[in-house]
């Protein structure tokens, strides 16, 4: 199975490198074939005439001097000839590339079918080429470089100068293409993080442009979704304090003393339920994000809660200092807390510790736990489990309050199983 790259932008640059070489390689093959036939014609006719003009040379030299002359065909020419002879060691010559063996076929043709060739003849490399004068066999080198065209340099340097550009083009059209989603990558990241966000610019093709404007709209509808929701709420809780002040005041002339305390119970109940909505309707991506050691942080939070717990355990580490929104970690805390103290049978852990490049902030319970399968719906605004552990009474915002400062902080919130039983909240963040 291929292992592809995660990235679009390599996943690009790459099919548009192998298509590029794919069709430099079929160019460069439809050339070669396009060419092999010329060039083996032009490599028969070379070595037909120099074989001609060899035996003619011979021939009409007097016998005194061709001694002579083939000295001086071997001087000027390159040209060697020697007389056959049956001692004579012959290295038989290739047939690749395909154009010598076209060539000999062609040699053949105008020269007789008794025409040999060999690539080495008496340890001397060159192409040697068999001629009859009479019934004497004579052989005639002639150098590789008047046959052979090698690549030329000048050839590599343009094929080599247009595959580099090809690729940085590659690169810009694979970018064009990434680029925009990688933004819009990042962006949708930061708004469920919560962070406000400017709107991305818009330009490119007319489908990355479509797909930007119709993200930014969404970005922008929500933003105003959700201030009106934070507004809606806020509202609705400010103002229900006013007659439950008047409430708990007018509880404080009953003369019935369980009368008097029960209502009095239900008004900070009630309170308690506002105060929450406000928590949540408040809008916390706004408050100032400091850099802080959130183990002093932690045991003040701590500290609320050891005369409410039956048992209440610290193990707080040293961790690095935290760029944290100290208000929302703080009430985020304090519900993890709260709850445990509810419903986590009262004995309680609370753990600070850091591993590799994050930081653990962990409350662990014995109570009954939440079953797996509701743990993620519990973090939704408004979500109340069924079971024993559901508070009827509560609002269900509490550890969506929890969910929204993990997001906001760049970590997460996970709610397992504990190894001691009952439930483990952990709070993870990032150390940079």
């Not at 247009?162 to 970018?175: C, D, E, M, S, T």
């Not at 050691?293 to 005369?307: D, M, P, Y």
């Not at 009952?422 to 709070?427: D, F, K, P, S």
Request: glycine share 6%; with cysteine; hydrophobic share 50%.
């Amino acid at each position: 199975m291929i292992n592809w790259p995660k990235t679009l932008l390599v996943r690009a640059l790459l099919l548009i490198m192998v298509l590029i070489v794919l069709s430099l390689t079929a160019a460069l093959a439809i050339f070669r074939q396009v060419e092999h036939e010329p060039r083996a014609q032009q490599m028969a006719q070379l070595v037909v005439s120099v074989v001609n003009l060899t035996r003619a040379a011979v021939l009409s030299a007097a016998p005194e001097w061709r001694s002579a002359l083939l000295a001086e065909l071997a001087d000027a020419e390159g040209l060697r000839v020697q007389m056959a002879d049956n001692s004579d060691v012959l290295t038989p010559l290739s047939s690749h590339p395909p154009e010598l063996h076209l060539m000999t076929k062609k040699v053949r043709a105008s020269l007789g079918q008794n025409t040999r060739f060999a690539a080495e003849h008496n340890g001397v490399q060159a192409l040697w080429v068999s001629f009859y004068i009479g019934s004497n066999e004579f052989w005639v080198a002639l150098p590789k470089e008047h046959v052979e065209h090698p690549v030329s340099q000048v050839l590599l340097i343009w094929v080599s100068l247009v595959f580099g550009l090809a690729l940085l083009g590659a690169y810009f059209i694979a970018r064009q293409v990434a680029f925009p989603l990688q933004q819009l990558a990042q962006a949708a990241q930061q708004i469920g993080q919560g962070a406000a966000l400017q709107p991305l610019p818009e330009r490119g093709a007319h489908e990355i442009v479509a797909v930007t404007r119709a993200f930014n709209q969404m970005s922008a509808d929500l933003t105003a979704n959700e201030r009106e929701r934070a507004l809606v709420l806020a509202g609705i809780s400010h103002d229900l304090r006013t007659p439950l002040t008047r409430v708990r005041l007018a509880a404080e002339f009953i003369a019935d003393e369980s009368l008097r305390m029960g209502l009095a119970a239900d008004v900070e109940q009630m309170n308690a339920v506002i105060q929450q909505f406000l928590d949540y309707a408040r809008l916390d991506e706004n408050e100032v994000v400091i850099q802080l050691n959130i183990k002093s942080l932690v045991r003040e939070i701590a500290e609320r809660f050891e005369q409410q717990a039956e048992s209440l355990t610290l193990e707080l580490h040293d961790v690095p200092m935290l760029r944290v929104r100290p208000l929302l970690l703080k009430r985020a805390l304090s519900n993890l807390l709260d709850n445990a103290v509810k419903h986590g049978g009262g004995k309680i852990t609370l753990q600070l510790k850091q591993e590799k490049n994050q930081v653990i902030l962990a409350i662990t319970d014995r109570g009954t736990g939440i079953p797996a399968a509701q743990r993620e719906a519990v973090k939704r605004p408004f979500a109340q489990l069924e079971t024993s552990r559901g508070n009827i009474t509560g609002t269900g915002l509490g550890l969506a309050i929890v969910e929204r400062a993990a997001r906001l902080h760049g970590g997460e919130f996970l709610l397992e199983d504990s190894v001691a039983g009952g439930l483990m909240a952990q709070l993870i963040f990032p150390c940079a």
